[in-house]
Every structure is written in C-alpha cells, then in structure tokens.
C-alpha cells in the first residue's frame, strides 16, 4: 500500500481528495491539519500546529509517504498578508524538508489557481500563456508556479494543479455560486436575493471532477510541471443563478448589488487539453454538480 500525505485536508477540497481515495486498495491518505476532522474519521489523521517544520520533518521522516499533496492555501481578501507565507514560501518548505529527510516522494502536487492569469490575452487560456494577476493571490500563486517550474525542470517530481472554479457541497459563501446556494436555502419564495455582476464568465467543474483530476496528477508520468484543472466550458453566473432557482422550485425577485461587482476579469475559461491528454475527463455536467450541491 503507498502512503499519500495530504497536508490540509481540513479544507473545502482537500476533503473532496481525500475522499476519491476512500476504499482504495493501492493508496492509504494520511491526513495531516491543524486539527483533526471528525469528516475525515475513517482515515489516519494527525494534527500539526500551524504546520510548524519541525513537527512536518519529523511527519515526513515517519510516515515516509510515497505522494504529498499540498491543500494548505489561503485565499480570502482579508488574508492577504498570509498569502505569500502559505501560498508561495510553505510548499518551498515541504519540499525542502523532503530532501532534508531524504524522503523522495513519487510526486508532490501543490494547488494554483486561475487567478494566475488574472486578464487572458486568450481564450481558452493555456498553461504556457503569459501570467497576468491581478490580486495579491494571484501574486502569491504565481509565485508558487514559478517555483513549481524550476524545481520540476530540475528534475523534482512537483506539478502544479491550476485550479479554476471547485463547485460541490460545502462551497464556501464567498465565491458567487456558494452564495447563490446558500440564500436559495435561507429564503421562501418571493424574497430577494442579491448578487453582484451576473454576466461574468467562468470555467466551473465539479469538486469530484477536480479531485479524480489530482488522482490522475498523482499517477502520472507526464514532464509537464503546470496542468489547468477546469472544465473547459465557458458559462455565465446568470445561468448557475437560473439553474439553481429553476432546481430550488422556489421564486425570488433577483436584484444586482452595485456594491458586489468588483470582478476585475469578467471572462476566463480554460483549456483542459494537457490533462485530458492524461485520460480524464469530466464525469459531471454542470447541471449534476449545481444540483449535488444544492441539495447534499
Ligand atoms: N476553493 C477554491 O475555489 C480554489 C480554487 C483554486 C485553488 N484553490 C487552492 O486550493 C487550496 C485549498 O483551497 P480550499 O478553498 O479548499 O481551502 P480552504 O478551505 O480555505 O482551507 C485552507 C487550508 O489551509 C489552511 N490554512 C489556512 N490559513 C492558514 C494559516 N494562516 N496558517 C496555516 N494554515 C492555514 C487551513 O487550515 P485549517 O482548516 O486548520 O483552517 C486549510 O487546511 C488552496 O491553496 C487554494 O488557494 C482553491
């Protein structure tokens, strides 16, 4: 049995990886949080305070693990001072404590995001296409890229998951369509329920799409360091909003905020080609994932 160490399974997608290896007769998941998670029992589970090295290196050392992936990340706006620590400067250390320990882990998979190319120059954006951000988040996964490049053209086992739009059960509040799942459940038919900018245009994909994505990540033996994880389909939060109203069976007077758009890139969608080229491929359309979601 191989052992994957997956640090911060705490959080909205590291459970949903954790998950997909639930039964798995090949990889045992061995979660490492600050604190433990009672939605995680059925796996070995460790806390680790603020993910401190010595506590990591002696993990590492221990354990041994065959694969790490790395879910620790910080992304709400009122963060920001956190993001580079722990977006940028934290997967440096793991893999630096790795080679401390001579640990020699198969692969390392780190998470990005979309919002590295913060403007597209195209579209669908490519990996290769040139980074934009425009958010201290962007900066620090951009930075994260950087450093997953050159350590995998040094020939290190690290890729770097470049993560679009997660929806699934349990979306936090603060992205639009966690939001829109969260008032359709608080409100009766005939309240208002506020918005922001409803043309915007991003690349959804179901949670279970992107964790049997990083399934496929772990395993494979590709030389490319950076793979977008998305659906490649390019949709409005007009449509999600409609979906999920029509689903809820409930009606409600829609109204934009003024004060909620703020979206600096209107429209970004992603080519899945290089992952696809690995044999996955998206099992949920948008519909089965807003209603997963909506109704879990
Ligand atoms: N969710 C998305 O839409 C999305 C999209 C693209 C990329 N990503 C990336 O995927 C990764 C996971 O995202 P997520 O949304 O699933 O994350 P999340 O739910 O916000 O959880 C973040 C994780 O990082 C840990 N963490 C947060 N702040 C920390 C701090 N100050 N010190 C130490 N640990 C800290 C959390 O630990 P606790 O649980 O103990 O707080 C948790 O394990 C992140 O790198 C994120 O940038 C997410």
């Known amino acids: 049995m191989k052992k994957l160490l997956i640090l911060g399974a705490n959080s909205y997608l590291g459970y949903w990886i954790a ?12 979660i490492v949080g600050r604190k433990k998670s009672e939605k995680l029992a059925r796996f070995e589970q460790y806390e680790c305070l603020d993910f401190q090295s010595s506590r990591l290196k002696e993990f590492f050392s221990q354990a041994r693990p065959d694969f790490i992936i790395n879910c620790v990340g910080v992304s709400e706006a009122s963060q920001e ?3 580079m620590r722990w977006n940028a400067e934290f997967p440096q250390e793991v893999v630096a404590l790795t080679k401390k320990v001579g640990v020699q882990p198969e692969r390392i998979i780190f998470l990005g995001s979309a919002a590295e190319y913060g403007v597209p120059t195209r579209l669908p954006v490519r990996e290769d296409d040139t980074l934009h951000p425009l958010t201290a988040y962007g900066n620090s996964k951009s930075a994260l890229a950087s450093f997953v490049k050159q350590t995998a053209a040094a020939g290190a086992p690290v890729t770097l998951a470049r993560v679009f739009n997660p929806v699934g059960p349990g979306l936090s509040s603060r ?10 459940k608080k409100l009766k038919s005939g309240d208002t329920l506020h918005c922001g900018d409803l043309s915007v245009v991003r690349d959804f994909i179901d949670v279970r799409d992107v964790a049997a994505a990083i399934q496929t ?9 950076v793979f977008n994880v998305c659906s490649g389909e390019s ?35 992603g080519s899945a080609d290089r992952l696809k080229a690995l044999g996955w491929k998206p099992r949920y359309s948008l519909s089965q994932t807003l209603r997963y979601a909506l109704t879990y």
Request: aromatic share 8%; hydrophobic share 40%; net charge neutral.
């Open 19 to 30: 998950d997909a290896f639930s039964g798995s007769s090949t990889v045992k998941p061995i």
């Open 81 to 83: 001072k956190q993001m």
């Open 175 to 184: 992205f639009p369509v966690g939001n829109f799942i969260e008032q359709i």
């Open 217 to 225: 990540l772990l395993f494979s033996s590709s030389q490319e360091a």
């Open 235 to 269: 949709v409005s939060l007009q449509l999600c909003l409609d979906e999920l109203i029509k689903m809820s069976g409930k009606s409600f007077k829609v109204e934009e905020d003024a004060a909620l758009k703020k979206t600096l890139v209107r429209t970004i969608y």
